[in-house]
Structures are given as C-alpha cells and as structure tokens.
C-alpha cells in the first residue's frame, strides 16, 4: 500500500471559488507530480517537483499553481474554479527506494465545477 | 518533444484468453518502462517495469518484453480472470539518475475481460 494520500477524494464546488487540493507522501520521495485525467483516460502531466523549492509546468497547460514548501507536501490551488476545471486529479511521487524508482498514485481527487 | 503510443485502446478477451497492449516510445534515451494497472475510482498501480538492459521480465501471469532498437514494448497477460479488467498504462522514462526523468504515460488501454 502507497505512503501517498490526497483530501478530498470528492469535491463538488460553485464557479469561481478558490480550492486546494491536498497531497501528502511519507516515503520522503524528492520527486511529486500532478496528473489531470479526463474521462477518455489519458494522464496529463500539468505539474512537477524535483524537491523543496522546486515546481515546473507538464506537459499540459493548467491555469493550477502549486508549492513545494515541504518534501512531503504537494498542493495544487485553483484560485477561481471554472467548469471546464471539472476533472479527475491524480498525486505521484517517485524516488529511489531500495533502487526501484517505481511511482507511486494517490487515489485522486474528483473535482466538479457548477 | 518525448511520447508515447499505446495500442489498442480499448481490448475485449474471454476469460482464459491472453491479452497483449503494445507500445511505442520516441526518446531513445529511456531506459525505463513501467507498466500501471488502474482501477475503477482508485490511482494507478504498478504491476511490472523493465530497464533497457533486459529483455523480457516475467511475473507470474505478467510478463512485459521490450525491443529497444525498434523501441518497442509489450505487455503480455496470460489466462485472463475478470479481476484483469481495468484500465493499464505504460509509461517510459529515462531512470532516475537526474532532473530529466518524468514518467511520460501512454494513452490507456481499457482491457474487459468477459467472464
């Protein structure tokens, strides 16, 4: 079972409010990234960290912002949620344990923008 | 810039049946390839990896093969159950030496298996 959580797991909120989205790992992983997944399936990278102080965009265009202020804290913030925010997110984190660099997958967020 | 395809997207077998998702990669530099197993509500989980210096790596029903000079690699599910159905993922990436080393993920592939 993966050391990595994410709050809320479900989260049903008004158009232009501001939310957090919350990511925690206690395996001390350096790396943490942030993965938008729309119901066709694909993994979108929208954020990444390669360590404290350390944030950079994906892949995908997001209009999220994210901080690294601690290791083991990754949180994703929208400042005004709009529908098309409407998605699933999902947290990894990654790093050398006992040699295997295998990511690990918080159980996502459910995010629904009205 | 790097990516990976992922084939087919969507794959029905019989219980029993094997199953094959194939994929394609274009950064010549990786040298890392995981395969995810995602089900219904929950995140991605990884069921088998493969560096660039094996072949072919088994794990009970699972074995995943790879083809670095056509960059090319398999996952193979052999005597299907209904409990292989789910959503599955390969990803490749060049290891974790240094900074340049993010899991780019194929597109998906919904495997049901019928019962």
């Known amino acids: 079972e993966a050391d990595i959580y994410q709050t809320p797991r479900y989260l049903v909120i008004g158009t232009g409010k501001k939310i957090t989205l919350e990511c925690s790992q206690t395996?001390?992983?350096?790396?943490m990234y942030w993965y938008q997944q729309d119901p066709g399936m694909e993994l979108h990278l929208i954020h990444y960290s390669y360590g404290v102080n350390s944030t950079e965009k994906g892949d995908l265009s997001s209009e999220s912002t994210v901080s690294r202020i601690r290791t083991e804290h990754f949180p994703l913030t929208l400042e005004s949620a709009r529908p098309s925010h409407t998605s699933q997110y999902l947290c990894?984190?990654?790093?050398?344990?006992?040699?295997?660099?295998?990511?690990?997958f918080g159980q996502g967020t459910r995010l629904t923008v009205v | 810039g790097e990516n990976v395809e992922q084939h087919p997207s969507t794959l029905s077998v019989q219980e029993g049946d094997s199953a094959v998702i194939k994929c394609t990669y274009s950064d010549s530099a990786s040298n890392y390839f995981p395969w995810y197993k995602q089900e219904l509500g929950k995140g991605p989980q990884l069921i088998i990896d493969i560096r660039s210096n094996v072949g072919e790596k088994k794990d009970q029903r699972i074995a995943v093969t790879l083809n670095k000079t056509a960059k090319h690699f398999s996952l193979h599910i052999t005597e299907t159950q209904p409990e292989d159905s789910a959503v599955y993922f390969c990803a490749a990436s060049r290891g974790s030496g240094g900074a340049t080393n993010k899991l780019i993920f194929g597109t998906g592939t919904l495997l049901a298996v019928q019962p």
């Open positions: 990894a984190s990654r790093g050398r344990v006992g040699g295997s660099t295998e990511a690990f």
């Open positions: 395996m001390g992983h350096d790396k």
